[in-house]
């Protein structure tokens, strides 16, 4: 159920503010992953209770990394993915109704210094599985 989640979000993202979101991280390499873009990956996950074992109900965290061209567009991008967050609420992934809130964010830190990483930001997403 993970991976769908995750398609969930991105295409909810993707649609919500007319960008690519990637699964994984950008490759720089291809063009369809220049600014603006998005890239969602697993960031955690919290066991609901000790439960039965095989019991994969809790909490994941999804990391969304939103790139713009510059700093205008790169808040556009963080207000527009906090306000889908306000008002989507919860996904639909399988049947099941998966409730997802935002958790906070900051500043992206370039490790490689790729130009396309200037404009960078985190925010944290939280689903309930």
């Known amino acids: 159920m993970y991976a769908e989640v995750m398609r969930s979000l991105s295409d909810g993202i993707g649609q919500a503010l007319g960008i690519q979101v990637v699964k994984g991280f950008p490759s720089w390499g291809r063009l369809a992953a220049m600014p603006p873009v998005g890239a969602i990956r697993l960031d955690g996950f919290t066991p609901e209770s000790a439960g039965r074992i095989g019991d994969d109900r809790g909490s994941l965290s999804w990391r969304v990394t939103l790139f713009g061209r510059h700093e205008q567009e790169m808040l556009a991008l963080v207000e527009g993915l906090i306000q889908w967050v306000a008002r989507t609420r ?35 997403i939280q689903t309930t599985v």
Not at 102 to 107: A, E, M, Y
């Open 90 to 124: 919860v996904l639909t992934v399988d049947g099941k109704v998966v409730p997802l809130e935002t958790l906070g964010g900051s500043r992206y830190i370039s490790v490689t210094g790729a130009q396309q990483e200037e404009y960078g930001f985190d925010v944290m």
